[in-house]
């Protein structure tokens, strides 16, 4: 299979329709994510779409959530403010291996879907870094009670490099607790490093997460589905107006 390491190329190539006979399945293989586009007869549903992919995953809200501002909430997902780039299942029981949403609404500015590639990642990323994320536990713990799905085990704790499951290669998995927000709906912190170091791994993180050729900016637009291979790509999300609608409806799988 025949893969780029540079994120410019994957969005321009990791597009088709929403038709039943769309190639979304082998998109997806190929670059760890696919938008599909509205245009063409009888588009899929989105359960329909995520229904190859395996069974639904349950929160504490159900298997389906619409993401868009709700006033008071704890959660940042409900707010518009931008939540950094991270691996989803960090915080929850549940393990998440695809995340399908599809646009209802978009901004006219803002509210990015940002998607930041393994492979890019380990392809650019600084020698001395990537050697420090092989020997480190990262630790992650929720604030947002009654919403995720309880760890009886307590807080996730895990290595920032994982293993690609369709490459083989270095997958990047984590949640950047960066920069600081007292309101931020997750916490994390580099196990035996005290706060401030946490803080520099995550804004070096943040620097080379942050690069065209790393990074894809996905701007909505209503009818398009995007779907994502949790185990292979980050996502984040840029702030957005709270005047402006942004409504996504989101269906995980494990």
């Known amino acids: 299979m025949d893969v780029t390491t540079d994120m410019r190329d994957s969005a321009a190539d990791a597009r088709c329709g ?3 006979s769309a190639m979304y399945l082998e998109n997806l293989e190929r670059h760890g994510f696919v938008v599909l586009e509205p245009e063409g007869p009888d588009p ?11 069974e639904a995953a349950s929160y504490g ?4 959530l ?12 409900f707010r518009t403010g931008a939540i950094p780039m991270h691996t989803d299942a960090l915080l929850n029981a549940n393990r998440v291996s695809y995340i399908g949403l599809e646009c209802l609404e978009a901004p006219d500015e803002g509210g990015q879907t940002l998607i930041a590639g393994s492979r890019a990642f380990f392809a650019t990323a600084p020698a001395a870094l990537v050697d420090t994320l092989r ?4 630790e992650y713990w929720s604030r947002v009670s009654g919403f995720y799905v309880e760890r009886p085990d307590g807080n996730l704790v895990v290595p920032p490099v994982q293993q690609d499951p ?6 990047l998995w984590v949640g950047l607790d960066y920069p600081e927000d007292p309101e931020r709906n997750y ?8 706060r401030t170091q946490s803080l520099e791994l995550f804004a070096a993180l943040d620097r080379s997460l942050n690069r065209p050729e790393v990074t894809y900016a996905h701007r909505w637009r209503p009818g398009q589905v995007l779907v994502m291979d949790n185990r292979r790509v980050l996502h984040a999300r840029t702030a957005y107006a709270p005047e402006c609608p942004r409504k996504l409806r989101r269906i995980s799988v494990s």
Do not use: H, K
């Open 44 to 54: 899929m549903s989105l359960e329909d779409i995520m229904a190859p992919l395996g």
């Open 18 to 20: 929403r038709s039943a």
């Open 61 to 64: 809200f159900g298997t389906q």
């Open 66 to 77: 619409i993401q868009e501002q709700r006033p008071g909430t704890d959660n940042s997902q």
């Open 187 to 194: 916490g994390a912190a580099v196990v035996g490093y005290t």
């Open 166 to 171: 369709v490459t083989g290669g270095d997958a």
């Open 135 to 138: 020997g480190i536990r990262i």
